[in-house]
């Protein structure tokens, strides 16, 4: 290969491999759709490989105390700092995410590792005085081996953080990375090859069929934290119920409404308009605020600035640092998109930005769409109801509160909502009547740490981010001790 990056290689047993199955998956440069690595496609021989060293090695880790667990998580999280121009680069080139906004993925990633190595002690059960004289409690411990599934739009974010609550509660893991963007879990893997003890942490590579649904069918992983869409999720869901009895927790996609009211600070919605669209990585954000829900009085004016600064977003190659968005991450995915973008047009949507591939040398090959908004968009519309995953937003206008609420809640998802006001009494009403997982009043796409996050309806199940997820690591024993 003369690719940049070369073969990369998965981690199974604390060693480097290409597995079984002789197969590869090459990556594509979304900016120019050159290849620029591979990673070997997993075979089921190599997942079952990769479960047999977790259920060897993870007895030794859970005997560790949890200041060993600890240190050792706080060491992975230097080592991520140490690599993370490595990983950034590889990183944007693989995703098309701007390296301007991409330094944060290393350092939430290791911000994490420390957070939930802090809270171990809060892996606490209860005592019950359940009857007299004797002693009744609950102790939380670790599943064994738990699997986790990452998608594509931050895969080293994901794959990094998602070790640190399960590693916490004493589980081993293995973590499937995406078929597209997936060449940073081989950094992932060297950097755990440094500190952690062989089979704690195997990375494995490759398609969701077969590498995904073996790992997900193995009758010795009782517990699946999966990332990624909602068709995806309900087969993870069929497949885990067909072999063993496992809990599985689901992070899925978003149609999350920016809701405007008539005294919202127009300047601060514009901002959050771009904010919340996450065009640094092309929209390819679950938390996404892709319906902008605005009252009529102030409706007319925002289409228009929105339309303006959308426009006013730089696209460009992701590896330049005044690049404020890149291309679409995978061919099949800027179809997708496209296709989205065609059935506004059919559907009646005014386009008032974008729409189209930018123009320029820069710009003839590669999965470029300029940042797109739609105005007039209604709930009938494929546009407003489904997610894109893309640099698309529509705009919606709405008469009374009643009325937002009911278009915002008009769709299969519930992961998060906005809503723009000063009027305390509207937005508390409408953050209680609103179903989404993660609400913020005058804010946009921010998480913060010991919040949970996670969606309602089809958007998930289980909060991350928080204690409730390193908790749902583990399970609960009750223990009665019967003294009289
Ligand atoms: P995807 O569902 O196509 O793939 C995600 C992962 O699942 C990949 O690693 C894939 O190989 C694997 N997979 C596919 N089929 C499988 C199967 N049958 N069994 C087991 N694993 C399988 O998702 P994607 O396109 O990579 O990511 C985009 C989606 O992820 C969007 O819907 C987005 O909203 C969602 N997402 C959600 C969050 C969140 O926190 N809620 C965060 C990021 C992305």
Known sequence: MTSPFGDRLMFIDGEMTPGASGEWVTSLNPATEEPIGRVPAASPEDVNAAIASAKAAQPAWAAKSIFERGALLRALAVEFRARAQDILTMEATDTGNTISKLGADVQIAAAYLEYFAGLATEMKGDTVPASPGNIHFSLREPYGVVARIVPFNHPFMFAGAHLASPLTAGNAVVVKTPETSPLTGSLLAECCKEVLPPGVVNIISGYGLPAGDTLVRHPAIHRIGFTGSVPTGLAIQRAAAETSVKHVSLELGGKNPLMVFPDADLDKVVDASIAGMNFSWAGQSCGSTSRILAHESVYDELVER???????????????????????????????????????????????????????????????????????????????????????????????????????????????????????????????????????????????????????????????????????????????????
């Open 306 to 484: 929105v339309a303006a600064r959308t426009d006013a977003v730089v696209v460009g190659d992701p590896l330049d640092p005044a690049s404020e968005m890149g291309p679409v991450n995978s061919k099949g995915h800027y179809e997708r998109v496209l296709g989205f973008v065609e059935g506004g047009r059919r559907d009646g949507a005014k386009l008032v930005a974008g729409g189209q591939r930018p123009t320029g040398d820069d710009f003839k090959k590669g999965y470029w769409l300029r940042p797109t908004a739609f105005a007039d968009a209604t709930m009938d519309m494929e546009v407003a109801r489904e997610e894109i995953f893309g640099p698309v937003v529509a705009m919606l206008k709405w008469s009374t509160r009643e009325e937002a609420v009911q278009m915002a809640n008009a769709t299969a998802y519930g992961l998060t909502a906005a809503i723009y006001t000063n009027d305390l009494q509207a937005a508390m009403t409408t953050a209680q009547e609103v179903e989404s997982g993660y609400v913020w009043v005058n804010g946009v796409a921010q998480h913060y740490v010991g919040l949970p996050f996670g969606g309602v309806k089809n958007s998930g199940l289980g909060g991350e981010e928080a204690l409730d997820e390193l908790l749902s690591y583990t399970r609960t024993k009750t223990v009665n001790i019967l003294l009289s």
